[in-house]
């Protein structure tokens, strides 16, 4: 299968800007739609944006479309989350995920990486 590594999370202005990266190690990484949730202290988990194999159909929660961003390079067997525009309530632990469907839930993703926090100040 495959190992998923995240990077780019850190601290943050209201407004700024974030970019996500995460790495799969591994030789499989076309096999796999990607997607990207995060998790807020006392929440749940929720479903952020994911994109196809192809990167040609991505999906996104309706609190993150038109800020964030999801792309991939097959080459570099990379996922990205390019967050514009952030607001207080995106601060979160965000996970990358991959799957053999493009899917908004959970229980669809096969892998998950560990996680980097993203923490937003006002």
């Known amino acids: 299968q495959g190992q998923l590594v995240e990077s780019g999370g850190g601290l943050v202005q209201a407004g700024g800007s974030l970019r996500l990266s995460c790495w799969f190690a591994g030789s499989l990484f076309m096999s796999y739609d990607m997607g990207w949730f995060r998790q807020a202290p006392g929440k749940e988990r929720e479903f952020v944006a994911c994109i196809s194999w192809s990167g040609g159909s991505t999906l996104y929660a309706d609190s993150v479309k038109d800020r964030f961003t999801i792309s991939r390079d097959n080459r570099k067997s990379t996922a990205y989350l390019e967050m514009n525009n952030l607001k207080p309530e995106d601060t979160a632990v965000y996970f990358c995920?991959?799957?053999?469907?493009?899917?908004?839930?959970?229980?669809?993703?096969?892998?998950w990486g560990q996680g980097t926090q993203v923490t937003v100040s006002s």
């Open positions: 995920a991959a799957a053999t469907v493009q899917s908004r839930a959970e229980s669809d993703y096969d892998l």
